[in-house]
């Protein structure tokens, strides 16, 4: 009886031994979307959609200009 | 199509970490990590400059070359950017950047070395635009918001700008060639007027 409970219990550990082991498949970089898809709230700068790349781009280039005096004041003397 | 990059204007920057505050208040960052510090030549010398420096968003990356899980990538907008999912904070990064952009922060009780924290250009990482979790990872996404970068936005002299390398070029070298360069750019006389012919100033 105990050899048998012994020989079902040896079975039953090596029946189960893989069952814990984890999966190790490497995690792929995640795709990253793009800032000009937005999405639009109430934080959102410039009249731009979202999901409208040139005018994103417009709103960039438009952006920066805050960045130089001279296109605020005017042309230095 | 944009290509971000970043310029400092040494002559301008007067070394008042409004873009190293900003920088960290806008993105929540922990304690230790500086994104962004000014870094000063020849501290408490005439004619010392001071310079802005965080990820420079190098076109040939060598954190992207050196990162043994390759969790680098860079967007179309030229923004070199990671994932922190990836990232197993092995620190190769810190070792190949020439400006020391690569953070890591420490966690835990024992200080064990966390996942790697740099400038983002303010663009977030790959989790979705705007989202909590990306927030939570990489901070605020303010190029998906029309915005540009919080640090160059809040400089006060305008020393350190941001945005597409051809925009932010051509306000540099409009700057420069319109202040000149040597004893004309400072000095009495740029302040107060050069002194007329024959009378004191």
Known sequence: MS???????????????????????????KADGRPSDGPAS???????????????????????????EYSRTGSPP | MARMKFICDAERCIECNGCTTAC????????????????????????????????????????????????????????????????IGCGYCSYACPFGAPQFPSNG???????????????????????????????????????????AEMCSTKALLGGDGDVVADIFRNRVLTRGKGSEVWGWGTAYGKPAEGKKS
């Not at chain 2, 967007?75 to 990836?86: A, P, S």
């Not at chain 2, 009780?109 to 979790?133: H, I, V, W, Y």
Request: with cysteine; net charge neutral.
């Open chain 1, 3 to 29: 050899r048998a409970a012994l020989a079902a219990t040896l079975l039953l550990s090596l029946g189960l031994v893989a069952c814990g082991e984890k999966p190790q498949t490497a995690s792929p970089r």
């Open chain 2, 109 to 151: 009780t024992f200080g064990l070395r966390g996942k790697m924290d740099k400038c983002t250009f303010c663009a977030g990482g790959p989790e979705d635009n705007g989202s909590q979790a990306e927030y939570e990872k990489y901070g605020r996404n303010r190029l998906a918001e029309g915005k540009l970068p919080a640090c």
């Open chain 2, 24 to 87: 960290k208040a806008e993105h929540d960052v922990p304690w230790g990590v500086n994104r962004r510090r000014v870094v000063t030549l020849n501290d408490g010398v005439p004619g010392e400059k001071s310079i802005s420096v965080a990820c420079m968003h190098c076109s040939d990356a060598p954190c992207m070359a050196v990162c043994p899980v390759d969790c680098f990538y860079r967007t179309d907008e030229g923004v070199v950017l990671h994932d922190k999912d990836v990232c």
């Open chain 1, 42 to 68: 109430a934080y959102t700068a410039g009249t731009w959609k979202a999901g409208d790349a040139v005018a994103w781009d417009a709103q960039m280039r438009d952006r920066a200009q805050g960045q130089n």
